[in-house]
């Protein structure tokens, strides 16, 4: 879809609050089903149509993540294309995002996990995951992308190119680089690279300041953050009974499963 100078892009269908809301909270055999809603809107000043349900999806192992997509569609002002973005450049506008994102999704108790721009056709896609304590709700991804929306908004940092917003909850696939992200996947099996090449795989016990208790083939172990290169949360089809992590219903979906096809622009 191309958007020419003083159009504005049709409004999405829309359904009522109450169907919407009745959708998202619909009670399932096993887990709840992921949803994805989709808002289309013109930056700076034009209407915002209203929310909707796009599609129910679930991944092939029954694993799940929130997810809240939004079209966010600049007024082209010449016809003559867009000039690649340097790496470098992009950094910068990635840099400053996260910065502009920490105070105003902390004040929703919101914590940036990672903002990542790539492109895609004709756009570019801003793809920020959050999280926090317990684990985040479609009512926390909604949330946070109308104030991510609102920020965007009132600064200049994505210019005047088209770009897909979308807003998720952290997934297992990102590696735990802090004392949270280690806290927050308490029970979970862990595959841990340590500094020297040694490789363990546990299920964190308790984390702290500087450290985490990890049970490694029954023994209990204490591995201190800073001497972790890597560490990567396992997908567990059958997770141990009575021990569920928080927002484990939420995260355990790599982002590759997590995609919809982006729509380009014609």
Known sequence: MSIRSGEVPPAAESVSPESWAATAAAPATSRPEPTSVVRRETRRGSGTAAPYPRRLRRSGHGAERL????????????????????????????????????????????????????????????????????????????????????????????????????????GVDRPLTLERHWRRNASRLVKITLEDGTTWTGRILAAGATSASVEVDGTEREVAYAEVAKALVQIEFNRRQGSPAPGAELDDEPDDELDDEIEGDD
């Open 67 to 170: 997810s809240w997509r939004q079209h966010s569609i600049t007024r082209q002002q010449n016809t003559g294309g867009h000039a690649p973005v340097s790496s470098a450049r992009q950094d910068n506008t990635r840099d400053r995002i996260e910065a502009e994102l920490v105070a105003p999704l902390l004040a929703l108790a919101l914590d940036v996990e990672a903002v990542e721009i790539t492109p895609a056709g004709k756009r570019r896609v801003l793809r920020v995951a959050v999280d926090k304590d317990g684990g985040v709700t479609l009512d926390d991804v909604a949330d946070a992308t109308r104030e991510v929306s609102r920020v965007l908004d009132e600064s200049d940092v994505m210019g005047e190119m088209p770009y897909t917003l979308e807003v998720t909850s952290r």
